[in-house]
């Protein structure tokens, strides 16, 4: 065969079919549609540049940077309407009623002495209607504490209805495109702080206990890993280690997770690449192999890993479904991620059984 | 120029956007087949660099710094939007049908069975006909490297071709 090198052909033939028109680079553009990063970048001038840690260059974590802006705006702030009673402001970000409606950052009692306190873009309309307890949440997150023994408190939601006998919990609606993968996500999380709650909507219902917590996506129905009968006990327990690890921030605890006994016989080269054991690509286990090639002991990949972490706690998670495969050897969720603020990220981690264990094998 | 954007000087990461933009749309167009989705990839790949280049301890490397971000942006735009590379997809096949584009159709199909390492490198070179000192740089590998993976994947490109009836007469080059 004639060498490649020498196809004038081959060469007319991948430009025809990869060349493309050159990006239109505009830095301008870019700042203005990334303020936060710009802010970021610029809070640092008169800094000096910080030595970090040395890192993984293959398996970075992105989950902790982006801003998709999800909540809604606040607005103008008036004082208690029928049935409300004002306790505090929490910030000094103006905020409204309209028809009912009430816009975080605030606390107050609804009329049957429930406490409702609203985060920094939150909003809910008050159900003043007689005889009826409860409120239909627009945006944001919203604790409440529903005053027992008074019958049925029923926050409805775009996306289901959650339906409280005494109890606290807490309820976050997300709709927006996370700033990563540019999917629209609609969802609703509840978390049970105390008593039990049940979230239904047309898919399905599901009863939620203290410390529980599930999310409603539109149209689909409501998610709760300990009540998911598919997911090994086993499998639960890496699953919501690495959600609480994430949720606070903890490098340590979420490295806990991998097996590092394993990733280093794969730098070393004892075991060959295998995609089910190993997130990444073949390409990636060899940037591996290429930037780790002293690592000296497994104990030694495991403290440069907890430093490549780049987790950035508190922020919430949430864990929107999970995949088995047909062995039942291989699964993986998809999470939401971001700040309270409203930034959202997608990510998919993975994990496999191997050795004895389940492992997490991608992030 | 990176140690003065990790100080924040921002003109100073707007020159590294300037220089290193159009790779990396190439770098995520060879993973996502999209180009759409790969200017989508780019941008976010400097939003992330742009937050987090306080954390690169070697500057020299920051051109391969960047190419990781994208990989891992892109992969994860992979997995959330559940799609495989559009080369590879049934609806882009349906879209051809003269013997132009079938040819287009089999060249894309050869390149995007290449493994990922061999697509990264024949994509940034026919994209935007970046040297092969530039992808060195990009991609943090030696001229030699560079130049030698390039051999590789274009003779399994020719010999894919081979195999679907496709040679150099088709050009009228060869």
Redesign the interface.
Same mark, same amino acid.
């Given at each position: 065969? /004639?060498? &490649?090198?020498n196809? +004038? !052909?081959?060469?007319? *033939?991948?430009?025809?079919?990869?060349?493309?028109e $050159? &990006?239109q680079?505009d830095?301008d553009k !870019? +700042?203005q549609?990334?303020p936060? @990063?710009?802010n970021?970048?610029? %809070?640092? @001038?008169? $800094?000096? *540049?910080?030595?970090? &840690? @040395?890192?993984f +260059?293959?398996r970075?974590m992105?989950m902790t %940077?982006?801003i998709t802006k999800l909540a809604a705006a606040a607005v103008i702030a008036i004082a208690a309407i029928a049935g409300i009673y004002q306790l505090n402001d929490t910030d000094k970000i103006d905020t409204t009623e309209i028809h009912n409606a009430m816009a975080g950052p605030q606390t107050f009692k609804l009329a049957d002495g429930s406490e409702v306190t609203l985060a920094k873009g939150a909003q809910i309309r008050v159900n003043n209607a007689a005889g009826t307890r409860g409120f239909e949440h627009i945006a944001g997150v919203v604790d409440v504490s529903v005053v027992k023994g008074l019958g049925e408190f029923i926050v409805t939601t775009p996306y289901g209805e959650v339906k409280a006998l005494g109890t606290e919990f807490t309820l976050d609606m997300v709709d927006g495109v996370? *700033?990563?993968? $540019?999917?629209h996500v609609q969802l609703l999380a509840v978390e049970v702080t105390e008593g039990s709650v049940e979230v239904s909507n047309t898919k399905g219902a599901s009863i939620l206990k203290e410390q529980q917590k599930l999310v409603v996506e539109k149209d689909r129905a409501p998610y709760n890993i300990s009540q998911d009968d598919n997911v090994p006990a086993r499998l639960k327990e890496r699953m919501t280690a690495l959600v609480d690890a994430m949720k606070a921030g903890d490098a340590e605890a979420y490295s806990a997770n991998y097996n590092f006994n394993y990733l280093y016989k794969l730098i070393k080269g004892e075991v060959e690449y295998d995609s089910n054991l190993f997130g990444g690509?073949? @390409?990636?286990a /060899?940037?591996l192999q290429q930037n780790l090639a002293n690592i000296e002991s497994a104990e030694a990949l495991g403290k440069a890993f907890v430093q490549s972490v780049?987790i950035d706690g508190p922020t919430k998670v949430y864990l929107r479904d999970i995949e088995i495969s047909e062995d039942g050897k291989h699964a993986k969720a998809?999470l939401l991620t971001g700040k309270v603020a409203g930034s959202m990220r997608?990510?998919?981690p993975q994990w496999h059984n191997f050795d004895n264990d389940w492992w997490q094998v991608d992030d | 120029m990176v140690e003065a954007a990790q100080n924040g000087h921002l003109e100073s990461f707007g020159a590294l956007y300037e220089r290193y933009h159009s790779p990396m749309v190439a770098l995520a167009y060879s993973m996502l087949a999209d180009r759409d989705l790969a200017e989508d990839a780019a941008q976010e790949v400097f939003a992330i660099a742009c937050r987090d280049i306080e954390s690169l301890k070697s500057k020299e490397r920051f051109a391969a710094w960047l190419a990781g971000i994208c990989r891992n942006v892109s992969r994860q735009m992979l997995r959330a939007n559940r799609i495989k590379p559009a080369a590879l997809s049934d609806e882009h096949a349906a879209k051809s049908g003269s013997d132009c584009g079938d040819r287009r159709e089999t060249i894309r199909k050869a390149v995007w069975n290449l493994r990922e390492a061999e697509r990264e490198l024949i994509v940034l070179r026919f994209f935007d006909g970046f040297s092969q000192a530039r992808i060195s740089e990009v991609l943090g590998l030696s001229s030699q490297a560079v130049n030698g993976r390039l051999v590789r994947a274009k003779r399994k490109i020719a010999k894919y071709l081979k195999r679907n009836g496709f040679t150099g007469d088709d050009y009228g080059t060869s």
């Open positions: 065969m /004639e060498r &490649p090198e196809n +004038k !052909w081959l060469d007319e *033939a991948l430009t025809e079919t990869i060349g493309s $050159k &990006p680079t830095f !870019w +700042k549609q990334h936060d @990063a710009v970021m970048l610029t %809070s640092r @001038a008169g $800094k000096e *540049a910080s030595v970090s &840690p @040395a890192r +260059k293959t970075r992105i %940077s982006t996370t *700033a990563d993968t $540019k999917e690509t073949e @390409a990636d /060899e940037r780049n998809r997608g990510s998919s | -």
